[in-house]
């Protein structure tokens, strides 16, 4: 959609800080295994299926960490200039690279606000039913399906 600025900047590291949200929230909601935890970590599109499955819970996490995220990156004034960096590595780099220490100093703060997000969805999704990955991709075995 062509953003630029501090819209830009927002998508950049919001995007950061989800990386670190994400892996908060799906290691405590324990979705999949580890390799599915430090995968969504590092690109959510990895685990899309997984995503779908849960949407409330993933969405209204992300929504939390994603709005405390912009807060912090339009006070902060980190302008992007560059569109379509919504995405963890790369968002960082260019907001860093086009903003100095504030760049980093908002990073450091979406990166706290995201991991306080990923233990906050966790609080208030913690006894919701969710879809695994193994009921999801069909790994489970017959004895854990009786269960």
């Known amino acids: 959609i062509g953003l630029t600025g501090v ?42 299926d997984i995503i779908s499955a849960n949407p409330i819970p993933v969405y209204v996490t992300n929504f939390i960490g994603g709005a405390m995220s912009g807060i912090i990156v339009a006070l902060l004034g980190v302008k992007v200039s560059t569109p379509g ?12 690279a086009e903003n100095g220490m504030t760049g980093l100093m908002a990073a450091g703060g979406c990166m706290v606000v995201s991991i306080l997000g990923g233990f906050i969805g966790y609080a208030i999704f913690k ?8 009921e999801i991709r069909g790994t ?4 854990e399906v009786a269960a």
């Open 140 to 143: 489970k075995t017959v004895e």
């Open 7 to 48: 819209p830009m900047g927002i998508g950049a590291l919001a995007v950061f800080g989800s990386s670190f949200m994400n892996y908060v929230f799906f290691s405590k909601m324990k979705f999949g295994d580890k390799k599915d935890t430090i995968s969504v970590a590092i690109e959510p599109l990895t685990q899309s």
């Open 127 to 134: 006894n919701t039913k969710i879809k695994t990955a193994a």
């Open 85 to 96: 960096l919504a995405t963890p590595i790369a968002g960082f780099a260019v907001s860093v």
